[in-house]
């Protein structure tokens, strides 16, 4: 604040080098969130301003039908198609081969995908990979909820062409608000870094190509895409960096919250989504836990549901959906005319929707706090056993 350097500038250069050396990918393209870095990768997708768009208008793109808003809804603004796919209700992830019927259903109108890496778990690249190259797909990741996620020695949505960031409040690093997009692919980089700045040439590598032989403007103010103002400012950045130092200790605590709340419900009628992940031997870096999706077994689990997250809140102990349910079935689904799809169609959706929530892991719980959840978990699940 003290340096007059408010926006965009040094620090956001800083903590984009920081970011893409921790993901090991050749380029990081911070933003003001996480939707924008959605938007962003969308629009580059459909205007580069160089060479062949990857996607066409009205193209038809797999997500999943558990998602959060601003990944289906920058598809929907920007003419593009989204089909819906159920998820796999081990990990909440896309189901791979649920994808593949609809592929099949679909013929060659689907020309992308792209799936959440959901609250902590990393999909398998290599599954998502060979998934691409059989499909002849586009890849995208919304990896908004996973950052310090790692399997098969790849960060969770560095495959394919590119993967967007959230740094939101309660992430596993924070810039306040704040997100970006990681790809290895320069021209793409080029093509966000404009996307961010009003389809600006200034900031790309390309810059002096843009401006060489330009007469008749003055050449520093070369616009050569479309474009928003998605860009963050300074003081976000400069707390990006001092955050990113600290990821590997933030992960670690939210594991051992993970592992703290699993024993505490070990045998009862509720189970922690992902516990595999926790195991002896289990590939933990696999998943960094973002927050901690409970689901109830058994049956009546629905109306036991219902119970046990009133119990929670009555302790005040927050409690949420699994990111936003069913997306199917949320009232806007309804103004954008998507009837082809209902919700009825992904049962898997429905079930998690009906019989699974959340409480939080976030790295700065107290042990008292953690204590308090861990042994409201256990008597309410002894409770309602
Ligand atoms: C899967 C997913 N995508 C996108 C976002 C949007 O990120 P932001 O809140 O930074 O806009 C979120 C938010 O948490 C999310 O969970």
Redesign the pocket.
Known sequence: MNSGNLTMGSQVKNFENDISRYLDVAHFVMMN????A?LAMIEALLRPAKGKPQLSLADKILVPAI??P??IWPLVQLGLDPIFVDVNPLTLALDLECAQDVIDEFGGKVRGIFP?H?LGYSMLPSELESFIDKNNLVLIN?V??SLGSWREGKHAGTSGTAG?F???FS?HITTM???GVATNDSKFADDLRSIRSHGWSRDRSDVEEWRTGVTNNDAKFLFVSTGYNVRPMEIQAAIGISQIRDIDIFIGKRRAIAQAVNKAIAGSCIELIGAENLKEGADQNGHSWMLLPLRIKGPNAAELKRKIVKALENLEIETRPV?TGNFLAQPAMRTIGHNRQQPEDFPVATMITETAFMVGAHHDLTSEQIEFLCGALKRIAMEFA
């Not at 969130?33 to 924008?36: D, I, L, P, V």
């Open positions: 969130s996480g939707s924008s959605n998602a959060w601003t990944t959440i959901p919304d908004c909820e967007s959230s740094f939101y992430h608000e704040g997100g990111l």
